[in-house]
Structure formats: structure tokens, C-alpha cells
């Protein structure tokens, strides 16, 4: 399996918590920087949060600053999310993918090796 795997979704009510893990598992993530983007059923891919190589450097879309936070952990070949206060409007399917594009890039066209995705429901 050539792509990262998420794992980490699931139910939750609003205002509550998850943590998203993604796995290298056969994508390299070592010396690229890296991103999680959600997309929402019948709505285009939506960034979310990148991270340096290095892990010194975020940056968010400004719908989730405050509330989530990226991470990684290069001896593991992991990177997660945390997110907070979640709110019913982020019910979506959640990816990790690996950034090819400059740092600060947020398009979809710029970020490649894709996981299959981790659902997050959040009810109100």
C-alpha cells in the first residue's frame, strides 16, 4: 500500500474532541513538509493545516486556528491532529497528504500522496 493511512475519526458531539493519526505506511515523509485537508460530502477538498519537515513551523485555515493543532513525529513516521471544540459544519472526511508545493501552499494541487481518508461526524 503506497499511500499514508488515517486513523483517528469517528462520532462526536459538538464541542468535542479527536485526534487524527496519519502513517507513513509506504509514502515517504521524511524531508516533506505536510498537511491534513477535510472534504465535506459534495463540497471541493478544503485545507486544513501544514507542518514543517522539522515540525518548527504551522500554519491553519483560519476556520480552525485556535481550536486544532498539527503535529509529527519523525522517528515514528506519524503526524496527527488535534481538534477541538468541533463544530457539526466540519462533518467530513479528514487526509493527510505530503507537500510538494511551496511552504504556506493550500491548494490540493499542491500537496500529493494521498491516504484514503478518516471520517469525522460531529453531531449537534
Known amino acids: 500500500q503506497v499511500q499514508p493511512v488515517e486513523s483517528g475519526g469517528g462520532q462526536v458531539q459538538a464541542g468535542g474532541s479527536l485526534t487524527l493519526s496519519c502513517a507513513a505506511s509506504g509514502c515517504t515523509f521524511m524531508h516533506y513538509n505536510m498537511g491534513w485537508f477535510r472534504q465535506a460530502p459534495g463540497k471541493e477538498g478544503e485545507f486544513v493545516a501544514a507542518?514543517?519537515?522539522?515540525?518548527?513551523?504551522?500554519y491553519y485555515a483560519d476556520s480552525v486556528k485556535g481550536r486544532f493543532t498539527i503535529s509529527r513525529d519523525n522517528a515514528k513516521n506519524m503526524m496527527y491532529m488535534q481538534m477541538n471544540h468541533l463544530k457539526p459544519e466540519e462533518t467530513a472526511l479528514y487526509y493527510c497528504?505530503?507537500?510538494?508545493?511551496?511552504?504556506?501552499?493550500?491548494?490540493?494541487?499542491?500537496?500529493?500522496?494521498w491516504g484514503q481518508g478518516a471520517q469525522v461526524t460531529v453531531s449537534s
Open positions: 507542518i514543517r519537515w522539522s515540525g518548527s513551523g504551522t
Open positions: 497528504a505530503r507537500q510538494w508545493g511551496p511552504w504556506g501552499s493550500r491548494g490540493t494541487n499542491e500537496f500529493d500522496c
